[in-house]
């Protein structure tokens, strides 16, 4: 049985991380981001579907065709980031479901339904996208995670050689700088969201 974190480990993955919109200049290396996808690879998904497929924004240029893609609010945030990230997904994720997912023919189960891959592939990268906030957060980097952006444009610009991935949000990634944070947002109570059956 594990033993739960302590609360440096709690504070530093939830109570005291922010969403950042700015960050400081220490770069974000290319080990580090393999350090995160090595984390967060390891969280579960359906049938270990592991639908997301994510692009790293890391060089100028890279950063530049994505903020120019972006809503006027986060243009600025991404280009002055050390590095942001396009979480896509697979909508043939099922191919790959003989080697993910060997225990049985998970292919066979969405073949032939195009509309339950597309949900199966939104559901699960978004829970991927949650997993690389914490993977990053566990190593010591921060996030900005955001919707403001143009998906088909992305899609186009980024993933047009494979159509059948899709934008589903981006995040920029650093070393936050604790300046460019508000207040934190209400935080309600168990009792106002939550029952027990």
Known sequence: MSEPLNDKALNQLFREARTFNGYTDTPVSSEQLHAIWDLMKMGPTSAN???ARLLWCTS????GRLAALSSPGN?????KAPASVIIGMD???HEHLPELFPHDDARSWFASDAEARKV???????LQGGYFILAARALGLD?????GFDNDA???EFFGDQPKVKSNFISTLGYGDRSTIFDRSPRPEFSKFNAIL
């Open 75 to 79: 243009e600025e945030k991404i280009r």
């Open 49 to 51: 579907m592991l639908p």
């Open 60 to 63: 100028e240029e890279s950063k």
């Open 143 to 147: 996030t900005g995670p955001m919707s």
């Open 154 to 156: 992305v899609d186009k």
């Open 120 to 126: 199966h592939a939104m559901r699960n990268s978004s």
């Open 91 to 93: 909508y043939d994720f």
